[in-house]
């Protein structure tokens, strides 16, 4: 008994040095919403890696962040509206963040997957109006 919980207390030891060696700083990146464009459009993020994305929104309306589709695990979020204008089928994007105008907001998550994903504002009108982009996650 006593064997078996000092071979417990040893992994919880490796697995707290390993966590904490392990920890990589995370990517920040800093994302211009305007009326209608995102600044970068393009953006570029390491996979298997944490990063920040911190949105300043220096239009005139609200605007959001989405990702329909992606794997994504860690994800937190700062600042994001709680109630907003947006499109029929917004509880189903993996990636979803919004900023109201004149305000900022930060989203944090880790990417599973390399490829390329679009991204857009989900506000009606907006994507329309070319508030669309791509974020690609490399390897
Ligand atoms: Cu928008």
């Not at 966590?19 to 990589?24: C, G, H, I, K």
């Not at 390399?114 to 996650?137: N, Q, R, W």
Request: hydrophobic share 45%; charged share 15%; aromatic share 8%.
């Amino acid at each position: 008994m006593f064997y078996k919980k000092m071979i417990l207390g040893m992994l919880a030891v490796l697995l707290t040095a390993c966590a904490s060696t392990s920890a990589v700083p995370s990517t920040k990146i800093a994302i211009d919403l305007q009326d209608f464009v995102f600044a970068p459009a393009s953006i570029t993020i390491p996979a298997n890696q944490p990063v920040t994305f911190t949105f300043t929104n220096s239009g005139s309306q609200e605007h959001d962040f989405v990702i329909e589709k992606i794997s994504v695990t860690d994800v937190k979020m700062e600042g994001s509206m709680e109630h907003h204008m947006m499109g029929d089928s917004a509880s189903e994007y993996d990636l979803h963040i919004a900023t109201p105008a004149g305000s900022t907001s930060e989203l944090s998550f880790v990417a599973a997957q390399a490829g390329t994903y679009k991204i857009f504002c989900s506000v009606p009108g907006h994507k329309d109006a070319g508030m669309v982009g791509e974020l690609v996650v490399t390897q």
